[in-house]
Each structure stands twice: as C-alpha cells, then as structure tokens.
T-cell receptor, first 112, second 113 residues
Framework: DGGITQSPKYLFRKEGQNVTLSCEQNLNHDAMYWYRQDPGQGLRLIYYSQIVNDFQKGDIAEGYSVSREKKESFPLTVTSAQKNPTAFYLC???????????FGQGTRLTVV | GQQLNQSPQSMFIQEGEDVSMNCTSSSIFNTWLWYKQDPGEGPVLLIALYKAGELTSNGRLTAQFGITRKDSFLNISASIPSDVGIYFCAGQLSGGSNYKLTFGKGTLLTVNP
C-alpha cells in the first residue's frame, strides 16, 4: 500500500537521551515535513525538506535535527537539548513544496 | 508571522445537525486546506481550495475559499457520530523558494447520537 509510515507509534525515553523518529514514504513525493502537536495547539513546523539532500528549519527547530539522504526517508532526532520533548510528532509529505501535504499516523513521544 | 484564527474552538451538536466552522488570517493565502484528525491519529485531508471564491464539496462537506483570500469556512451537513474529531484549517502562501503551511488550532467537534 502507498503511504507514509511513522514508527514507532509510541516511544518512551529517559531525559537526556537522544531519540530518532522514523518516517518513510513510498509515494515518490519530493517534499517531507515534521510537525509537533501539543494538546490544544495547532501543528507547528519543526523541519522541512523540499528535495533529497536538502532541508530547512521550521518555526521550532531548536533541539531537533534531521537528515534527508534518501527521497523516501526523513528521520527526526529529538536531542537532549530539546527542553520539552514530550509531544505528538507528525510526519507529512507532498508531491512538491507547493502542493497539499499528507500525514503519517504520528509518534507519541514521552520523555520521563 | 502569519496567524490563523480558527473558530469555534469546540462544538457540541446533536446528530443530524449542520455544522459550520471558519478560519481567518492576517495575511492572504494561495491555498486553503481542511483536515480532520481522529484521536491519536494523523490528520486526513478533507478538501483543498486553490482559487479565491472557490466552493468545493466532498460528500456532506463543503468548503469555500474567501474572496479576500484571508478566510475560509467548512460546513458539515447532517452530522453523524463518526464526524467526531478535530478539524484543522491550514493556509499556504506559496511563492519563490519558500514553503509555509500555517495551521489553525483546530475545532473539536462532538456529536451526540
């Protein structure tokens, strides 16, 4: 089936540890995005990539890092520098940067 | 930066009633998108609007792109229990090499059977 796959669905980490969230798409989309969602909030953009081997900071990039070595994959690392990492993380992709985005199922990260 | 005001924040309605929600922006957009999110899931695209004044339907859902390009509304007719969820609007100002998709804070819809 074509789509966007995020894994794992739930993730628990100890404070101070880095953690990497996976996002894979088989839609042949050029653009990919990471959003963070907190209760009662809209989606806030962390990083985006318009094409492979290129990515840009979004509105809340501090404490996060990404890579885009393959078109299908856009992993997000939540580093220990992120002061409030517990949140619901959503990955999305679009044909290109100028078209509507489609979302994965999300990863709920809890840092204890 | 661009801000989207989405209202209402929440709605409690009876099954069968019609629902209306809207988004207004301080800036103009080229595209308006409406998404629905079920609890613990990713948002699903409902309707995409590309032209000012455009009125588009998807089953019981109807959305319009405001003439001023600063607003959009979503209507749901004859609501059913599975309409429950959070509805998000999103506006995109595309141009040059800059991408920007701005989301509203969502409208939580509860439908009583």
């Amino acid at each position: 089936d074509g789509g966007i796959t995020q894994s794992p669905k739930y993730l628990f980490r100890k404070e101070g540890q880095n953690v990497t969230l996976s996002c894979e798409q088989n839609l042949n989309h050029d653009a990919m995005y990471w959003y963070r969602q907190d209760p009662g909030q809209g989606l806030r953009l962390i990083y985006y990539s318009q094409i492979v081997n290129d990515f840009q900071k979004g509105d809340i990039a501090e404490g996060y890092s990404v890579s885009r070595e393959k078109k299908e994959s856009f992993p997000l690392t939540v580093t220990s520098a992120q002061k409030n990492p517990t949140a619901f993380y959503l990955c999305a992709s679009s044909i290109n940067w100028n078209t509507e985005a489609f979302f994965g199922q999300g990863t709920r990260l809890t840092v204890v | 930066g661009q801000q989207l005001n989405q209202s209402p924040q929440s709605m409690f309605i009876q099954e069968g009633e019609d629902v209306s929600m809207n988004c207004t922006s301080s800036s103009i957009f080229n595209t308006w998108l409406w998404y629905k999110q079920d609890p613990g899931e990713g948002p699903v695209l409902l309707i995409a609007l590309y032209k000012a004044g455009e009125l588009t339907s998807n089953g019981r859902l109807t959305a319009q792109f405001g003439i001023t390009r600063k607003d959009s509304f979503l209507n749901i007719s004859a609501s059913i229990p599975s309409d429950v969820g959070i509805y998000f609007c999103a506006g995109q100002l595309s141009g040059g090499s800059n991408y920007k998709l701005t989301f509203g804070k969502g409208t939580l819809l509860t439908v009583n059977p």
